[in-house]
């Protein structure tokens, strides 16, 4: 069954360090997508990256990196200097490419970034 | 501008009430879904719609209906059997057809309180 899985419910991170937001995710279709959002206060959800499971290369945008390792079934956001503007939720999303596609999320990392 | 709109923003409910809230979307999007996010949590996926007339239940589908009679709209009626309606709901358009790199793309929220 497709599962994401978020195993930070929150973390702390002084301002200009780097972060890593775990998500382990559970699929049987060798065709999938791998998304991050980020949720800040307002609600609203703010893409930030994709990662392909045929991808060869680690997505990149920006300050934001997705560390894929696909045996591991595993695919870590990586922010490069926090800046305060940074703490919000993130959540790890993935959709299979088979069937109806449904898009699910994991539960969530809480990031506060500390001055 | 294409994008996604929820209506309304905030809405009360008396307890044995249907309500409906609206989603709408210009962005020529196939795929819809509905999510419920509670305080702190997850987003857990409700219903999805992958095109016209067609709908599958999410993970949490007891105690909510949906339409989709137009590509643009996906309404969502909570029913008086949800016992617990008090969250957040998002809904999301995305692209489909095997383009796994579409990002779903969300609206604002609809905050629902029951009184």
């Known amino acids: 069954a497709q599962k994401i899985t978020q195993t930070q419910p929150g973390m702390f991170v002084q301002e200009k360090e780097a972060v890593t937001l775990d998500c382990t995710y559970d699929t049987s279709d060798p065709s999938y997508g791998l998304f991050w959002y980020k949720q800040p206060s307002s609600g609203e959800m703010i893409f930030l990256i994709y990662?392909?499971?045929?991808?060869?290369q680690n997505a990149t945008e920006g300050r934001y990196s997705l560390n894929f390792q696909k045996a591991r079934k595993s695919a870590n956001l990586v922010i490069s200097a926090s800046q305060l503007g940074d703490s919000a939720m993130y959540f790890c999303a993935m959709r299979e490419i088979q069937g109806a596609q449904k898009l699910v999320f994991g539960q969530g990392t809480r990031l506060t970034i500390n001055p | 501008d294409g994008g996604i709109t929820q209506s309304p923003k905030y809405l009360f409910r008396k307890e044995g009430q249907n309500v409906t809230l609206s989603c709408e979307q210009n962005?020529?999007?196939?795929?819809m879904y509905w999510y419920r996010q509670d305080p702190g949590q997850g987003l857990r996926l409700i219903y999805y719609s992958q095109i016209v007339n067609d709908f599958q239940k999410g993970d949490i589908a007891e105690g909510y209906s949906v339409s989709r009679e137009k590509k643009e709209s996906f309404p969502l009626t909570v029913t008086s059997a949800q016992k617990n309606p008090t969250a957040f709901y998002l809904c999301?358009?995305?692209?489909?057809?095997?383009?796994?790199?579409?990002?779903?793309?969300f609206g604002q929220g609809t905050r629902l309180t029951v009184v």
């Open positions: 999301a358009s995305s692209g489909y057809g095997g383009r796994m790199n579409t990002e779903a793309f």
């Open positions: 990662q392909g499971s045929y991808d060869q």
């Open positions: 962005l020529n999007h196939d795929a």
